[in-house]
């Protein structure tokens, strides 16, 4: 079958794929077609042609497949946040499942994997659950001020100020805001003349505290934002309302936060708990945007990592010390790693808050550290967590890890391929899988975090 730009053609959904997609085949030639659904029938207008396949646009849905339901969000087709809100949320929970054994079965060469696999642990209420917000300001056609979110692979505002994942509180803040900039005539920035004051609001929420955050991020200082104790009194009656701040980013640039923090009123920091352990929360910090089920996630690793209270554990990639802490409350004693700096001063702090003293954090790449430490200093360890970025570890880390010979190697990813990649390695170095975990932490996006423990096998 050979297709043309723009034309159209009618498409059955047979498959999806890895970000969710649905796939249609017409006469072998496959095609690919964001919020589509499999079994949905749709008129499709092609947009992109390759030799093999190509890519289409949903025109028309002609007949819905039984799993399509109708997002609850109005945006959610227009705006690059979710791209699964048009499938039921029990699919959503299937296809990250099948997306983390089809990687581990393909790419990591373990045949019956999907014994090992727990059933996917999806969320209570798959709504509403993020804790982080950084809604971009601007105005739209007609002039008016709008904070919203970029639409897909572009920096197009879609104006939404009750996104449906988010914390409700967001709607109440940004309509004081926006209302606040209108009657004082204040500017949103213009990344194409870089002219203009207001760039980002960035919100945080502690779920558990109740205490919530607001950073204006201003191409300027405070002193700029005309009547800002005004704004302060006004988003002060809102509950919760614990830290106001002003982030200066002056740099024409996507980067949305700057380095210098201005404070308003309160702290420059608000606090959340994830089960018993408490965590420092700067505009600028790093923390798991799905609290609830970040629990979830680092009690799998827990139970994975099973901790006696004699262990000494390695936790890479560590970040805010988020799970080096978690961990520390039943091991011996922890040593994270983490690259960036201002990450590991917060994992201190949260170290301190906490009166945990078992735990020690090196900044550095990990796999400079650990062989490092391991060649010099004879380190040792029971049990290593990784927790890398989507690229997954780096082979002189593995290496390093495989020559320590710890009991047991507790996998945290956020990318399935490079998990299976990084397992594989590990399988012909002596470890074999033996539990395997998936939590949803990010509902209606394709996104999937997984747990795998492997154990040493004895020789
Ligand atoms: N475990 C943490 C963070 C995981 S995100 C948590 O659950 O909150 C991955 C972390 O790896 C990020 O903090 C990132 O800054 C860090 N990172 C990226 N490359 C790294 C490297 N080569 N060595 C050490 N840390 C790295």
Not at 61 to 88: F, I, M, N, Y
Not at 318 to 327: A, K, N
Request: hydrophobic share 35%; glycine share 8%.
């Amino acid at each position: 079958m050979e297709f043309k730009k723009n034309q159209m053609a009618e498409v059955y959904i047979d498959d999806m794929g890895n970000e969710g997609e649905g796939i249609g085949h017409v006469d072998g030639y496959a095609l690919f077609l964001k919020n589509a659904v499999v079994g949905d029938r749709v008129q499709a207008k092609i947009i992109k042609t390759k030799k093999n396949y190509g890519y289409a646009r949903v025109e028309k849905v002609l007949e819905p497949s039984k799993d399509r339901v109708t997002p609850v969000c109005p945006v959610a087709r227009p705006c690059g946040g979710c791209t699964l809100q048009h499938l039921s949320y029990e699919k959503q929970l299937e296809f990250k499942f099948r997306k983390v054994k089809n990687c581990l079965e393909r790419i990591g060469g373990l045949k019956d994997i999907e014994d090992k696999m727990e059933p996917i642990y999806g969320m209570e209420e798959p709504y509403h659950y993020r804790n982080k917000a950084q809604f971009p300001v601007g105005v739209n056609k007609a002039g008016d001020l709008v904070a919203g979110f970029y639409a897909g692979k572009s920096h197009q505002i879609i104006p939404c100020i009750d996104c449906a994942i988010q914390h409700p509180v967001n709607q109440r803040i940004l309509k004081k805001i926006l209302d606040h900039m209108e009657k004082n005539h204040i500017q949103a920035y213009d990344e194409k003349t870089g002219n203009g004051l207001v760039r980002h609001i960035v919100t945080r929420v502690g779920f558990s505290t109740g205490e919530v955050m607001v950073c204006l991020v201003l191409n300027g200082t405070k002193k700029k934002f005309r009547n800002l104790d005004q704004l302060t009194d006004s988003l002060l009656e809102i509950e919760g309302m614990t830290s106001i701040c002003v982030n200066v980013n002056r740099e024409r640039t996507n980067k949305i936060l700057g380095d210098q923090i201005q404070e308003v009123y309160g702290p420059p920091y608000i606090y959340d708990d994830i089960g018993n352990v408490r965590y420092q929360i700067g505009p600028l910090s790093f923390f798991q945007v799905n609290p609830k089920q970040t629990k979830v996630l680092y009690e799998k690793a827990m139970e994975y990592a099973g901790l006696t209270g004699d262990e000494t554990v390695w936790d890479l990639y560590c970040g805010i010390g988020t799970i080096s802490l978690f961990l520390a409350q039943k091991a011996k004693q922890v040593y994270g790693v983490e690259i960036v700096p201002a990450a590991i001063d917060d994992a201190k702090i949260n170290a301190k808050i906490n009166n945990i003293t078992n735990a020690e954090f090196f900044v550095g790449k990990a796999e400079e550290v650990l062989p490092r430490e391991y060649e010099r200093n004879g380190v040792y360890a029971d049990v290593i967590v990784v927790d890398p970025p989507r690229k997954g570890c780096d082979k002189k880390l593995l290496d390093t890890m495989v020559q320590m010979k710890p009991k047991r190697i507790v996998y945290v990813s956020c990318d399935p391929a490079t998990l299976a990649r990084d397992v594989k390695i590990l399988g012909e170095n002596g470890y074999q899988v033996s539990k395997v975990s998936v939590v949803d932490q990010f509902s209606h996006s394709g996104h999937v975090e997984t747990v795998v423990l492997m154990s040493r096998v004895e020789k």
